[in-house]
């Protein structure tokens, strides 16, 4: 629980108390108004308290993700790989499928490429310049 404590978490702590109360501050605010005949704040009345409550679940899972340190008892085999001077967990590489390059041996890219390789060479050129095949 000492972790808990430092000032980034205490920062975070009061930064949680002050969302959840708020939402319900304009939770009540917003039924206020409803009951003062404003029809479409009885959609909002019910949106604040929502809203709080996704403030007190994401504080609970940071709280819960903080606490749970690797302890070999619960399984786990060892520390993770660590990134230097971060907080990011290295895990397994992603695999990402590559398209095939173009095929040298297709004539309309191979034009296509003599058309750029020009434009390149001429750069005040114009299109309509390039002595290729039209």
């Avoid at 972790?3 to 501050?25: K, M, N, S, Y």
């Avoid at 907080?87 to 992603?94: F, K, L, M, Q, W």
């Avoid at 750029?116 to 309509?128: C, Q, V």
Wanted: aromatic residues 14%.
């Amino acid at each position: 629980m000492k972790g808990l404590w430092t000032p980034a978490w205490i920062a975070r702590h009061v930064l949680a108390l002050v969302l959840f109360f708020g939402c319900l501050v304009l939770g009540w605010w917003q039924f206020s108004r409803a009951t003062g005949g404003n029809a479409i704040s009885w959609g909002y009345m019910f949106e604040w308290p929502v809203f709080a409550g996704f403030v007190v679940f994401l504080w609970w899972r940071e709280v819960q993700l903080a606490r749970r340190k690797l302890d070999p008892a619960r399984g786990d085999e060892s520390e993770p790989e660590r990134l230097p001077g971060t907080a990011v967990t290295v895990g397994r590489p992603v695999r990402v499928a590559v398209r095939p390059t173009a095929d040298a041996d297709d004539p309309e890219t191979a034009a296509y490429n003599d058309y750029l390789t020009w434009l390149k060479e001429h750069p005040g050129a114009r299109p309509g310049d390039y002595p290729g095949q039209r």
